[in-house]
């Protein structure tokens, strides 16, 4: 914890800390939380490596500190373990931009095709999927399925375009994208990459293709990690949800980390998500006490959205 941390969050740090050996819970995280939960959690990841974690850990109890459909993965792929989330109503705009009853009568418009979504969707559309990817295997995802197949790509337009410009694939697109990475600023960005002429702008694939032009790395959140600390360079302007900055200024603290800068001015001048930032100490301390909220998947939707799920894992 910080020097400036009230006694209110020092006592729920130890109250946490105290919680996850009581109950052999282990607390995992994405890169997008807030920096106290980062630095309490067991394992901070990329939405790959959550799901990976969360399929072999021998806990009792995960404590998921993201977004309600990684909580949800971690549960089909673990059933038997309980799986709490801090807030139940930390969603994600890609999830709510693809209703099952609308992609179902969008697959049944395209007969033939392959259905590959990103994981960040309801059980319920990972279900009607035959893959499941992640901003970190997406490519290697579509790469595996035969070049004549016809294929249909949801939820991420953007993450999509950017798999069809990698590929050379012609993909049928669902029209949805991340509220965090379409705020940011091009002319902003342009005016900081003109004053840091030095800096790499790195991006976060769900970014729209204007940006992800200006990028000299585009990658998943671990991805993007990694580039910062194996690169030679020493400045970087970062285009993803700010959070990741706190493990980048661990991993490479001589390092210029520039957050890319948000359309709206909003108090970091950077781009952050509010569906991430919900999760907070407090309710982390009271959803380990209570062991509540507990996610649920029905176990013949379960046995449905594994399947394509269980393909994502086979990739790297
Ligand atoms: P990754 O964790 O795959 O980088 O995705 C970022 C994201 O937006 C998670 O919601
Ligand atoms: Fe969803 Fe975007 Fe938030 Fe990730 S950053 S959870 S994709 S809204």
Redesign the pocket.
């Known amino acids: 914890m910080t020097a400036t941390a009230s006694l209110e969050q020092i006592d729920f740090v130890v109250g946490i800390k105290d919680l996850l050996i009581k109950k052999k819970a282990v607390l995992l995280a994405h890169y997008?939380q807030e920096k106290a939960i980062q630095d309490l959690a067991d394992f901070v990841g990329d939405s790959l490596e959550l799901s990976r974690k969360a399929a072999t850990t021998n806990a009792d109890i995960i404590v998921f500190a993201g977004?309600h459909f990684m909580a949800e993965t971690a549960k089909i792929l673990n059933p038997t373990k309980k799986v709490i989330l801090p807030d139940l109503n930390a969603g994600?705009?890609?999830a709510d931009a693809c209703p099952p009853d609308a992609f179902a009568k969008f697959i049944a418009q395209h007969p033939g095709h392959v259905v590959v979504t990103y994981i960040?969707c309801s059980a319920h559309i990972k279900a009607m999927s035959d893959y499941v990817c992640t901003s970190s295997n997406a490519v290697s995802v579509i790469n595996a399925i035969p070049p004549e197949q016809p294929i249909i790509f949801a939820p991420d337009k953007n993450l999509g375009k950017y798999i069809m410009k990698i590929t050379g694939r012609d993909l049928v697109l669902w029209e949805g994208s991340?509220?965090?990475?379409e705020a940011f600023s091009i002319d902003k960005l342009i005016h900081l990459a003109k004053k840091y002429p030095s800096a790499k702008v790195i991006a976060h694939p769900?970014s729209e293709p204007h940006l992800l032009r200006m990028a000299s790395f585009i990658g998943s959140t671990a991805k993007m990690i990694k580039y910062v600390e194996d690169s030679s360079a020493g400045e970087f302007i970062v285009a993803t949800?700010a959070g990741i900055l706190h493990e980048m200024r661990k991993r490479v603290p001589q390092k210029l980390l520039i957050p890319a800068p948000a359309n709206e001015d909003n108090t970091c001048a950077c781009s952050e998500?509010a569906?991430?930032k919900m999760n907070t100490l407090e309710k982390l301390y009271r959803c380990l006490k209570d062991e509540q909220p507990e996610i649920q998947v029905e176990e013949s939707l379960r046995l449905r959205a594994l399947r394509p799920i269980e393909r994502m894992l086979q990739h790297v």
């Open positions: 997008y977004v994600c705009s890609l960040n991340c509220v965090v990475h769900e949800e998500c569906f991430m």
